[in-house]
């Protein structure tokens, strides 16, 4: 984890800004104690490292009542061994204890079995059958709050950005934690209020929406619509015209700003179909502000997703507030700042960013001005809460290569075929014998339906296997491809398991087709 965010924060220039920031790592020490976590360093960003999460290969794992105080604030990721391996000697932790850490880590090996909260895997597979998506509602209010509270002392509101994980009940907990919603489509708006979103918190994104989603969202009375271009703001004039409405809106700005991800999750540069350009942006904010049917509250922009460089945040920060001035001094108030989202998680052994820190820049960035800042985390807040449960089908040795069949496949989770993601993938009881090295792939006819490469694992046939940090852009981007149902989704809180989302059935694959007659 970097911290050059808090070192330059002592060091800085600006007094003020050293003022600021040394309030918020008072307060931060404060929240710091009374958690029990022992300073910065204890926040993570949504993360472990590889084999983390009492993974098996985790060395010791004696859990203490200490190390678990110390990570309250982890949204979703110990340090390696820390919650219990089941090579760990004394890593006996009892349910009772990782129903206690349900802050810091809701995954860990309990007595040689991968656990979520209280409840082990096994029980879930035996239950509700595989592939099955598991959510931790624990790890995902831990990240909720880790990330909020990052921004507590500033005027703020997080939107989570609903693509990342639409089910209704993860919609719901979130709301519940006080969290606005980002969407981008209609059945997003719908699928928000249904959950008991405020609209009054959530702001609209998106380059194509149509009439019909304009006048729901006004409808709902939404806080704000991202416009992504000059078109879009026109229908939407014409929009809240018909509907006797004031629409609020921001444009999206695109800050031409590299955030160093993968090329289909990079969306501010200057050739992105996101966003409006920078140069263009204060003669839309005059012609948005002439329009009668239009109300201006703010600026938005998102550079990308998996973001893990500060320094592509902190570049965009400074241009949207550089921007917002200029705006402001051409006489148009802008009541919000809207920064999106992309933070980033570690999958792997990515440096990812500590909210803590984030909030560092953004607060030095933002200087003495006053506007209420806007977030739309996705990723960060449901990635590491989630896991896909999937049961080993068949083993088959190969002439070059051995294949671990298992009864999820990339209809079920995308990410590995389309964006070549790396996902940890850890035994639910891992076996004593020597690991031999595996390509896990799935059933469906395509050679890119893998889950997961070159992975040592001691498996058999029947095996169960958690591919971890699949909360977010896992279920909501599931097909029927090759006439697969969709997997099933539980919520586990505490000790209690809830199906959030049946598995589909064969007669749901065509319910709503009909032949020609
Ligand atoms: C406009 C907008 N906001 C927020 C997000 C959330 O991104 P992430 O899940 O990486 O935080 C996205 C995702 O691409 C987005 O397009």
């Known amino acids: 984890m970097r911290h050059q965010g808090a070192a330059e924060a002592r060091t800085g220039d600006n007094a003020a800004a050293v003022d600021i920031d040394a309030r918020h790592e008072l307060a931060d020490a404060d929240r710091n104690l009374r958690s029990g976590r022992a300073g910065k360093q204890a926040v993570s960003a949504a993360g472990p490292p590889q084999g983390a999460i009492g993974s098996p290969s985790g060395g010791s794992a004696a859990t203490t009542g200490a190390s678990v105080g110390a990570q309250q604030h982890r949204a979703a990721g110990p340090p390696q061994g820390a919650i219990g391996s089941p090579s760990g000697g004394s890593a006996a932790a009892?349910?009772?204890?990782?129903?206690?850490?349900?802050?810091?880590?809701?995954?860990?090996?309990?007595?040689?079995?991968?656990?979520?909260?209280?409840?082990?895997?096994?029980?879930?597979?035996?239950?509700?059958?595989?592939?099955?998506?598991?959510?931790?509602?624990?790890?995902?209010?831990?990240?909720?709050?880790?990330?909020?509270?990052?921004?507590?002392?500033?005027?703020?509101?997080?939107?989570?950005?609903?693509?990342?994980?639409?089910?209704?009940?993860?919609?719901?907990l979130l709301a519940r934690a006080g969290s606005g919603f980002d969407i981008v489509s209609g059945g997003e708006l719908a699928r928000a209020l249904a959950a008991g979103g405020d609209p009054a918190k959530i702001v609209f994104s998106g380059v194509g929406k149509t009439a019909e989603e304009m006048e729901a969202a006004l409808a709902a009375g939404i806080l704000c619509f991202n416009?992504?271009?000059?078109?879009?703001?026109?229908?939407?004039?014409?929009?809240?015209?018909?509907?006797?409405?004031?629409?609020?809106?921001?444009?999206?700005?695109?800050?031409?700003?590299?955030?160093?991800?993968?090329?289909?999750?990079?969306?501010?540069?200057?050739?992105?179909?996101?966003?409006?350009?920078?140069?263009?942006?204060?003669?839309?904010?005059?012609?948005?502000?002439?329009?009668?049917?239009?109300?201006?509250?703010?600026?938005?922009?998102?550079?990308?997703?998996?973001?893990?460089?500060?320094?592509?945040?902190?570049?965009?920060?400074?241009?949207?507030?550089?921007?917002?001035?200029?705006?402001?001094?051409?006489?148009?108030?802008?009541?919000?700042?809207?920064?999106?989202?992309?933070?980033?998680?570690?999958?792997?052994?990515?440096?990812?960013?500590?909210?803590?820190?984030?909030?560092?820049?953004?607060?030095?960035?933002?200087?003495?001005?006053?506007?209420?800042?806007?977030?739309?985390?996705?990723?960060?807040?449901?990635?590491?809460?989630?896991?896909?449960?999937?049961?080993?089908?068949?083993l088959k040795p190969g002439e070059t290569r051995d294949f671990a069949i298992v009864d999820a496949a990339m209809n079920d989770l995308i990410r590995p075929a389309l964006y070549a993601a790396w996902h940890p993938v850890d035994p639910v009881r891992p076996r004593s014998d020597p690991p031999r090295r595996w390509q896990l792939v799935g059933p469906v006819c395509e050679s890119g339906d893998f889950l997961a490469q070159d992975r040592d694992l001691a498996l058999v046939a029947g095996d169960l296997l958690a591919v971890r940090a699949a909360g977010a852009y896992g279920f909501v981007m599931s097909s029927n491809y090759n006439s697969r149902p969709r997997a099933c989704e539980v919520i586990v809180d505490g000790d209690r398991v809830h199906l959030v989302r049946p598995r589909e059935t064969l007669a749901d694959l065509f319910a709503r087709e009909t032949t020609l007659r």
């Open 94 to 172: 009892t349910a009772a204890s990782v129903g206690a850490q349900q802050n810091a880590s809701a995954f860990g090996y309990v007595d040689g079995e991968l656990r979520v909260e209280a409840v082990p895997f096994a029980q879930i597979a035996a239950r509700f059958g595989t592939p099955c998506y598991v959510y931790s509602r624990a790890a995902l209010e831990g990240a909720f709050r880790n990330f909020d509270a990052a921004f507590a002392d500033l005027p703020h509101l997080v939107c989570y950005a609903m693509k990342a994980n639409s089910n209704l009940a993860v919609l719901n």
């Open 227 to 394: 416009v992504e271009s000059e078109a879009e703001l026109g229908l939407l004039d014409t929009v809240a015209a018909k509907v006797g409405k004031v629409a609020p809106i921001s444009f999206r700005v695109n800050p031409d700003v590299d955030p160093r991800t993968h090329p289909y999750i990079s969306t501010g540069l200057k050739e992105s179909k996101f966003g409006i350009a920078y140069a263009d942006a204060p003669a839309l904010y005059r012609r948005a502000s002439a329009l009668a049917h239009v109300g201006v509250h703010g600026i938005d922009c998102h550079i990308g997703s998996q973001v893990t460089d500060l320094s592509a945040y902190i570049e965009a920060a400074e241009k949207m507030f550089d921007l917002a001035d200029r705006i402001e001094a051409d006489g148009i108030a802008l009541a919000h700042i809207d920064l999106g989202g992309g933070l980033g998680i570690r999958y792997r052994d990515e440096e990812t960013i500590d909210p803590y820190e984030y909030a560092l820049a953004v607060r030095r960035a933002r200087g003495a001005r006053t506007h209420r800042l806007l977030f739309e985390p996705g990723r960060f807040l449901i990635g590491h809460a989630g896991v896909l449960l999937t049961r080993v089908l068949y």
